[in-house]
């Protein structure tokens, strides 16, 4: 059974900085690609950042592309998202998530395991 679990949200003040993290457990970790998502109410849910398996390779939507950085420790099962400069239009609760593929995707349906969500509040 794959485990994700999300840490590091919070309110923060616009062009603050959060470091979310994202455990993994269940499976070899560092075979799987791994990826961050995010939702608003009454919206879907949107992909914002990818890492391969081995985090050489990265992956970024645009909104968030020069402030957020996905990265991965294999060592320690986790993912992490820093996010700098954040505005209030990243207030969102946001997904760790795990595909079956050591590449990145970018589809939530390509995505089989997720994380509970954590909310991020960017407000001042």
């Known amino acids: 059974q794959v485990q994700l679990i999300e840490s590091g949200g919070g309110l923060v003040q616009p062009g603050g900085s959060l470091r979310l993290s994202c455990a993994a457990s269940?499976?070899?970790?560092?075979?799987?690609?791994m990826g961050w998502f995010r939702q608003v109410p009454g919206k879907e849910r949107e992909f914002v950042a990818a890492i391969n398996w081995s985090g050489e390779n990265t992956y970024y939507e645009d909104f968030v592309k020069g402030r957020f950085t996905i990265s991965r420790d294999n060592a320690k099962n986790t993912v992490y998202l820093q996010m700098n400069s954040l505005s209030p239009e990243d207030t969102a609760v946001y997904f760790c998530?795990?595909?079956?593929?050591?590449?990145?995707?970018?589809?939530?349906?390509?995505?089989?395991?997720w994380g509970q969500g954590t909310q991020v509040t960017v407000s001042s």
């Open positions: 269940g499976r070899t970790f560092s075979n799987y690609a």
């Open positions: 998530a795990a595909p079956q593929y050591a590449f990145i995707v970018t589809n939530a349906i390509q995505y089989t395991y």
